[in-house]
């Protein structure tokens, strides 16, 4: 069988591969781009990658594959029409971010580098080997290598290694998953770009949800297809683009700080001085832990927004004027210090963080512990409207439907952002058996010449310099969790290391 034919005998070359669009990643990949841009513009970064299920390595030809698809990169810009999609869709993101946007680049040979360690020395193709990693510039102008990166190594992978598979039935699969969500009467959205199987992976599992949800609505299902976390499908597919924050922001800003004690709340103030009060308004928890998290969600917004000179400075980017020149808005990049976001008495009482934001998501550590940990936070504040949870952490539908139990009952409003569960859902042509996505991550390593971290509610999530790890638990008194469902290289199942070796179908 040719490397060219895929797991079914279909034409590989005639499905599209890599990427093709700037766009072809999470949106919150850009509101932080566009946030950086304006605080941390000149702040150098490294990245690094992670295969938490290491014994599922690339092949040597799955390798030259990558790297010349990474190279690629470097040749795609952003389109006319894409701009125009995103100054229609996403007004948060300001003019001069858009401006900057029509002119960037990804420069791979600049910021890039990828090694092979192969394991048996024989150098041929077949040849398995552990991929290396290295991504390293400006914080604005490497944050959009994660999720491409990460696509490409998960597509090398079922491409050249693991081909005991098809796409058939992927449509149906995901038209009975949004199906079932649907009818009990969960609000969802696609989150799968990062570990899909492959880009029309993604296209045939979107077709399914998007013909579910149109019969759900015919059919009066109370459920709600809230949209997809990428942008590029966004667009293609006419749903909304979703997203806000990810830890990469966090982290990035306490290690430029060096303040662990206020990180979570300077990354709060940054984000509203960027985008205003109320937009993009769920929050992300565990950086360095939810209880530390709680301590900064509960403080008073100060009565300034962003650092910018003239007019401009008395408004968020999703209320600045369009003749704001990019100087004016990108020139001063310090933390916000002086201009109020809106009038108010002395009488009133000042708003919290908690009070603005919608809500909050989870992303490790236990889901059910969580929910009652905020119903107590918001209780204690005296937060009476109803916030919501949005889910992330390695869901199926069982988890999906057991979370909207526990949080409803506890009166908040549940959405769920589904991903590897729905683009790379596959089992083996050959058995039966589930065939097992990586479990890949690429994070933020360093910033501003510091290590950056991540300790989350959850020991086998903890990512960073472990002295530095070690280091900044000490300093938010941080107390150890663990989780039963919290092992990183059995997120999915498990497979033993004859089926995790390199495997095709015969022709």
């Known amino acids: 069988m040719s490397p060219n034919d895929g797991p079914n005998g279909e034409r590989l070359d005639s499905l599209p591969e890599g990427i093709s669009s700037l766009l072809d990643t999470d949106l919150y ?8 841009l304006k605080y941390f513009w000149d702040v150098d970064v490294t990245y690094s990658f992670t295969n938490r299920t290491p014994h599922m390595k690339l092949s040597r030809a799955a390798f030259t594959w990558l790297e010349a698809q990474c190279q690629k990169l470097g040749n795609i810009d952003v389109t006319t029409e894409e701009l125009e999609f995103l100054r229609s869709t996403c007004s948060y993101l300001n003019e001069p971010y858009l401006r900057f946007l029509e002119s960037f680049r990804l420069r791979p040979s600049e910021h890039l580098r990828l090694f092979f360690n192969g394991t048996t020395g024989d150098h041929d193709d077949q040849e398995l080997g552990d991929v290396h990693i290295e991504i390293k510039g400006r914080w604005v102008d490497t944050i959009l290598y994660e999720i491409p990166l990460l696509a490409l190594i998960s597509e090398a992978y079922f491409r050249f290694c693991d081909r005991d598979w098809t796409h058939d039935d992927q449509e149906r699969r ?3 998953k949004a199906k079932t969500l649907l009818q009990h009467g969960c609000h969802f959205s696609e989150f799968g770009t990062r570990r899909r199987r492959d880009y029309h992976t993604q296209e045939l599992v979107l077709r399914g949800l998007r013909r579910a949800a149109k019969d759900g609505e015919k059919a009066g299902w109370k459920g709600k297809l809230i949209g997809t976390s990428n942008v590029h499908f966004a ?6 683009p ?5 830890h990469e922001w966090f982290m990035g800003v306490a290690a430029v700080t060096n303040n662990y004690e206020e990180a979570n709340e300077i990354a ?3 984000w ?3 985008f205003g009060s109320g937009v993009l308004g769920i929050a992300l928890t565990d950086t360095f832990g939810t209880t530390a998290f709680l301590r900064s969600f509960r403080k008073p917004i100060p009565d300034y927004t962003t650092a910018e000179s003239g007019a401009g400075a008395t408004l968020p980017s999703t209320a600045a ?9 990108l020139g001063e990049t310090k933390t916000p210090i002086h201009a109020p976001i809106s009038e108010h008495h002395e ?5 919290t963080y908690a009070h603005v934001f919608a809500g909050v998501r989870q992303d490790s550590g236990d889901p059910t512990g969580f929910i009652q940990m905020m119903r107590d936070f918001y209780d204690s504040e005296g937060i009476k409207e109803q916030k919501i949870i949005v889910f992330s952490d390695s869901l199926n539908i069982d988890l999906c439907l057991e979370y909207q139990r526990e949080s409803e009952n506890r009166g908040f409003l549940p959405t769920f952002g589904v991903g590897t569960f729905l683009t790379n859902d596959f089992v083996r042509q050959s058995n039966g058996t589930k065939s097992l996505p990586l479990n890949i991550v690429i994070k933020l390593s360093s910033a501003g010449g510091r290590p950056a971290v991540k300790i989350s509610d959850n020991i086998g999530k903890n990512t960073g310099d472990s002295e530095t790890v070690n280091a900044v638990k000490l300093r938010l008194g941080y107390v150890e969790k663990r989780w039963e469902g919290g092992n990183e290289q059995e997120r999915w199942g498990t497979q033993t290391p004859e089926t995790s070796k390199a495997t095709s179908v015969q022709a």
């Open 235 to 240: 667009m293609k597919c006419g749903l909304s």
């Open 321 to 329: 004027p369009s003749d704001v020149s990019v100087t004016a808005s």
């Open 272 to 274: 509203i001085g960027c």
């Open 174 to 176: 995901a038209y009975e």
């Open 347 to 351: 009488t009133d009482q000042p708003k």
């Open 268 to 270: 709060l103030r940054n």
């Open 29 to 36: 990949k850009l509101t932080m781009q566009c946030a950086i």
């Open 242 to 246: 979703v997203g806000t924050v990810a």
